[in-house]
């Protein structure tokens, strides 16, 4: 009996060990496909507008853009990322958007993606255009760049290259997210989501 019982404290510290460890490697997995996740926010043949990146946003967006434009949107999420992950091993993620894109053809791209590349961003440009190449491959698709920041970080850098991109780009144009509301410095708030939105909607009607 004496065995026994010290038996079950030492059976108990070891279930709090293991349990708490398997919690979290279920909590990582579960993180792990948020960021690799797709979604379909429009499920209809040839949407007006075809979003990708989603930097510091969500399907939020996609459905603000929708009231606030009245436009057809379909939108794959991929949030936290660097844009090599599109392109490179072990995601590769590109053939599975391509594939989940399927046939439909758009007017216009919005790309909203680049917190994670911040600091380093060679090829940066040449590798978007990879992945346009393969959502889109009529040239004349207008892309529209969604300039990104963070409260506590200073983007100027690299929100002074996106700029530029757009301007050696004829079907490239600039839209810039700094001034829309945030609920956490990083993350768009239902306001902000709404002011991007706005600001989509009028150049796109500046583009029409």
């Excluded at 019982?5 to 709090?16: E, I, K, M, W």
């Excluded at 510091?56 to 936290?80: C, F, P, T, W, Y």
């Excluded at 239902?190 to 909607?201: F, T």
Aim: with cysteine; hydrophobic share 35%; net charge negative.
């Amino acid at each position: 009996m004496l065995f026994e019982s010290s038996r079950r404290p030492f059976t108990a510290r070891c279930l709090s060990i293991v349990f708490p460890c398997i919690l979290l490697c279920c909590i990582v997995a579960c993180e792990q496909s948020e960021h690799s996740c797709t979604e379909t926010i429009y499920d209809g043949d040839n949407p007006d507008i075809f979003m990708m990146g989603q930097s510091n946003a969500n399907s939020d967006l996609a459905r603000a853009i929708i009231r606030e434009s009245g436009m057809s949107v379909h939108q794959i999420n991929h949030g936290g990322q660097r844009i090599e992950t599109w392109l490179e091993p072990p995601d590769q993620w590109l053939d599975e958007d391509v594939d989940f894109l399927g046939d439909r053809e758009f007017q216009y791209f919005v790309w909203f993606q680049g917190e994670s590349n911040r600091n380093g961003y060679p090829g940066y440009e040449r590798k978007l255009k990879q992945i346009l190449s393969a959502v889109s491959p009529d040239k004349t698709t207008e892309v529209i760049i969604v300039g990104v920041w963070m409260d506590d970080e200073d983007m100027t850098e690299f929100r002074a290259y996106q700029k530029e991109m757009c301007d050696r780009n004829a079907h490239f144009h600039y839209v810039d997210s700094k001034n829309c509301a945030r609920r956490d410095g990083i993350h768009l708030s239902a306001y902000g989501q709404y002011q991007l939105a706005r600001k989509i909607r009028l150049l796109i009607e500046s583009l029409e």
